[in-house]
């Protein structure tokens, strides 16, 4: 019989998994991490995985990290062609690029984005970089959900589910009020029932910030 084991940090990208876990209606134990005040994750994660961030799963007898490949394998091993388009479409080649955008390439500004915010940082060639940086992606996706509803074929899969934390995150500084396709996205995505019942069953999901 298959094991999945997410080892789960607060507020953090992990929901992810639990989310996708509840979309394919898996069974799955869930070990609880707390942030620290710094925001780091506590060392004992290292003990599963090296890198010692959130998501960490264990299947079976191997351990992944890298939520976008968790949520990608996840997807293709117990989906049954669920949440994904056909290999052999051309679909399928957007979906995988659209899988791996959200940390490849729209995490990084957010999170300078982020830390601006929080610190704060002076510099204002950093921050005019990163706020061209940011309205660059976030029109980018914004464009992408034009008269749709989901990213592929509109029909609901793993690159929108994958989206929406990042999406979530510039939500929580007001970020989205001038995207309406994405404020009306991350709506749309936390109205799903699967995503509820993750939130239950993960504890605390907020994405707010305090300086
Ligand atoms: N690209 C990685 C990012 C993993 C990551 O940075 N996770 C954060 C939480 S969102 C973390 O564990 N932070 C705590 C720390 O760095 O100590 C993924 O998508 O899984």
Known sequence: MMTIKVHHLNNSKSQRILWALEE???????????RQPSFAA?????????LGKAPVVEIDD???????????YLIERYGEG?????????SYAKYIELM????????????DQ?????LPVEDETFKGFTQQRVMNHLSYVDGLLEGQDYLIDNEFSGA?????????GANAGGGLRHYKNLEAFVQRMEARQAYQRSIDKGG???LGFKK
């Open 24 to 34: 394919l209606g898996l069974d799955y134990e869930i070990v609880f991490y707390k």
């Open 82 to 90: 669920k949440f994904m388009p056909d290999r052999s479409s051309s």
């Open 62 to 72: 191997f351990v992944m990290a890298e939520s976008g490949a968790v949520v990608q």
């Open 114 to 118: 982020l830390f601006i915010r929080m």
């Open 204 to 206: 605390e999901f907020s």
């Open 160 to 168: 929108d589910l994958q989206l929406t934390f990042n999406l979530q």
């Open 42 to 50: 506590p060392d004992d994660i290292k003990n599963i995985h090296p």
């Open 100 to 111: 791996h955008y959200p940390e490849g390439s729209l995490s990084p500004p957010l999170l």
